[in-house]
């Protein structure tokens, strides 16, 4: 358990057999129980799918955050990826759906990324012949 000033933190860390994946989750300002942390894993399982064929390292930091005053949670996720970062947060009443709901915005995150980069690997390099353009112009 870490201790922050009034800020209680507990940072649970698992590191993926096959890959090196490492996950971890702390807890704000509430204590971690086995039934959060199965969810957690659950749904962190459909993120695997999509990172499974990145290059390694990956780091995944899923931060859960409870607001005694307001009565909420609040869900955040970043992923560290060899090429980029990518984060997520949620916040709301129940916190098994705010879990679910940030996993599912990082999924599209993820596939939005993934897109991304396909299409700029398959898109021809307009740098490559700088004279292109001149020549297209010059053609019409």
């Known amino acids: 358990m870490i201790i922050y000033g009034t800020v209680k933190a507990v940072i649970i860390q698992f590191n993926r057999k096959n890959n090196s994946m490492n996950i971890r989750i702390a807890f704000r300002h509430m204590e971690p129980t086995p039934a959060l942390e ?11 799918k999509l990172i499974n064929t990145e290059h390694t390292p990956i780091f995944v930091d ?13 869900v955040e996720l970043r992923i560290n990826l060899p090429h980029g970062h990518l984060m997520a947060h949620a916040e709301g009443k129940d916190m098994y759906l705010v879990i679910s709901q940030v996993i599912d915005k ?20 307009e740098n490559k012949d700088p004279l292109r353009k001149l020549k297209e112009d010059f053609e019409k």
């Open 106 to 125: 990082m999924v599209a995150e993820l596939r939005k990324e993934k897109e991304r980069r396909l299409s700029k690997r398959d898109r021809p390099d």
């Open 38 to 48: 199965s969810h957690a894993h659950k749904e962190l399982a459909k993120l695997d």
């Open 62 to 74: 899923l931060v859960l955050e409870e607001h005694k005053l307001r009565g909420d949670h609040r």
